[in-house]
């Protein structure tokens, strides 16, 4: 049994919160794609954790959780989230698997992200986690696999071979120090030992478990609309967050995936740059802000924030083909005398009711609105659909339609047991 946890807007769902839920019913929990960008944060019992590379499942005691093919390893950052967990007192040894065939960040990674992004026209505004060069290389078929890391040689000769050209462009044309061979390998020799013992075959591993009978719970990072083919190109992430990635991220055959759950905010944030329709600007963007505690867990960059756009997550749980939409934070509307949801969008006088793939068109749309009455009532303690003000539950109805797909989960807290069925 496959299933397949997948944001429906630009990230920061909170899907952290929604896997650690789930994953109570799962055995297995994958990483499929993206690296240390992710910032998964999940509270229990008062204490915050936030996950970039380990999966969400960790918290879970027992549950083994996984980083696939797909997934693009920072081995100096797993290290460091590694202790950290540890030091919260997780016991994660022998619940961490790596895939073989999975790609590393190393240094230049990290810095030519930085540089390009810097001297870009107009910047992405990346996580600066060295994720898209390091997708480059993989691409290139000059990036350096988990397996070649492993022997030493194969490492060095690899290094050696790629550094140069690297090298190259970050003196030349970014005007940057160059990159040492051997401070590289210092530093990378020494994570040989701790990577080494969680290196296996992945895709092997996944299957045979689904064959004993295993549940497996793949976990997306970013969202649909930070694909590189989905989302709003070129501002978006350089991996497939969309539920098609899971198959190629984990070398899983198709037909094993059994469900996919998509994850919506209540309201819509995305950060770093690129088109955002429903966007607020002055005193409501602020007020979700501070409410939503909308802060970048990865960066601390202040989130935008807006209205809910039903075009996005109806186009999301189409593409994703998602059997059912969990929705948090419902409880950040609290205290709105209106409230607003996208239905649609105006360009240039004309009806748009589908989100278009054209960047210049999408940059350029107005959202059309539905009005829909608020509710004062504090949320955070409701543990039951019917807890819900009657206001809050026709919105969760409204969205529903509008979206075309059952909502399954309501989540009103970050904490764990705030969250419950439809
Ligand atoms: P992810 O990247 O999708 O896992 O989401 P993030 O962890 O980056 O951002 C979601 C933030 O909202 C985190 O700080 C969560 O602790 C928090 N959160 C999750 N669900 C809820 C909810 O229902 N209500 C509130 N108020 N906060 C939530
Ligand atoms: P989680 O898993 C929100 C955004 C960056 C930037 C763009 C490209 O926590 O939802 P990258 O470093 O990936 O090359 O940056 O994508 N981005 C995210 N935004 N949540 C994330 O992850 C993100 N990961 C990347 O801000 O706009
Ligand atoms: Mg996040």
Known sequence: ???????????????????????????????????????????????????????????????????????????????????????????????????????????????????????????????????????????????????????????????????????????????????????????????????????????????????????????????????????????????HPVAGGVCTGLGLPPYKVNRVIGVAKAYTTRVGEGPFPTELQGELAEGLRQTGNEFGSTTGRPRRCGWFDAVLVKYACRLNGCHELVITKLDVLSGLEKISVAVAYRHENVLIKDYPLSSYVFSRVQPVYEEMPGWKEDLSSARRFNDLPLAARQYLERIEQMVETRISLVSVGSSREQIFQR
Not at 60 to 70: A, H, M, Q, T
Not at 98 to 108: G, K, M, S
Request: charged share 25%.
């Open 1 to 239: 049994m496959v299933t397949v946890l997948v944001g429906t807007q630009w990230g920061d769902e909170g899907k952290g919160k929604v896997v650690d839920h789930l994953a109570a019913q799962a055995d297995i929990i994958a990483r499929y794609q993206g690296g240390a960008n992710a910032g998964h944060t999940v509270v229990v019992n008062g204490q915050r954790y936030v996950f970039h590379l380990i999966p969400s499942g960790i918290l879970r005691p027992g549950k083994v959780c996984v980083l696939g093919n797909g997934v693009v390893i920072d081995p100096v950052s797993l290290a460091e989230e590694i202790r950290l967990v540890e030091k919260q007192g997780v016991n994660i040894r022998g619940r961490i698997l790596i895939a073989e065939n999975a790609h590393l960040t190393l240094p230049y990674h990290k810095l030519l992200d930085q540089v390009e992004d810097k001297r870009r026209e107009k910047a992405i505004g990346t996580t600066g986690r060295g994720i898209g060069a390091t997708y480059v290389d993989k691409y290139s078929r000059v990036g350096i696999r988990v397996v070649d890391f492993l022997d030493e040689t194969i490492f060095r000769e690899k290094l050696r071979t790629t550094l140069p050209l690297k090298n190259y462009l970050l003196e030349t044309y970014y005007g940057e120090k160059p990159i040492q061979a051997e401070k590289v390998e210092e530093e990378y020799d020494k994570l040989r030992p701790f990577l080494q013992p969680m290196v296996t075959d992945v895709s092997l591993y996944l299957l045979e478990s689904i064959n004993q009978g295993k549940r497996i719970l793949a976990e997306g990072a970013q969202g649909t609309f930070l694909d590189v083919d989905f989302g709003t190109y070129p501002y978006v992430t350089a991996s």
